[in-house]
């Protein structure tokens, strides 16, 4: 076999280890299965760094796995298959796609409590939502900054937040919900236990729809 002939050959392979990993994030099965999630983190680091990946499929799947994935508990090796995603979404030019992978990237960090750090990668979300005209993606980003902020006490800065991200939240329950959250965890901060009990009431409300 010529090297062509190898390269091809790890392209189809590559791209079968994919349409599984696939199979099993269409099935429900792919939460449970810890030997998919490392394969899925070795197919997807390999698939990017291929001279054609691709692309669409990657996104795809880095955007389905993402929740999933830091459900579970991956940190440090899904966050570097995240950058590498981030790195081939800005050479390829889909900015709405950076924008998811970007706020993913805040979410781990946030999660860490890297705040510092989640802050920069949350508002590189945020500038890239916009540029994609994502309402929900800017909402969903500027509450997670409010948050963040709230778990620093800058509780002037949080409120300024979250009224940036509410009228951008439109219909979308969640987001209204974490509107509402927010607001409560601010007042009740500053010990408007009144106040605070009904935003949590809403907020629990919107969640129950």
Known sequence: MTTTDYAKLFTTLIGRRLHQIDQAL?????????????????????????DTPDFANIIRLLRAMAPLMEQVGHRNNWRATLVQGCALCQRMGHVAAEADVCYHIGILYHRERNFAVARKWLTDALRAYEVAADRGGQSKTLHQLAHIACLQRKYDQAAKLVEEAAPLADDDPILRAM???LKGTIASDFQRWHEAELLFREALALRTV
Do not use: E, N, P, R
């Open 179 to 181: 509107t509402y959250f």
């Open 26 to 50: 269409q099935c429900g099965s792919f939460i449970h299965d810890s030997v998919k999630q490392a394969q899925a983190l070795q197919a997807l680091s390999y698939a990017m760094a291929i």
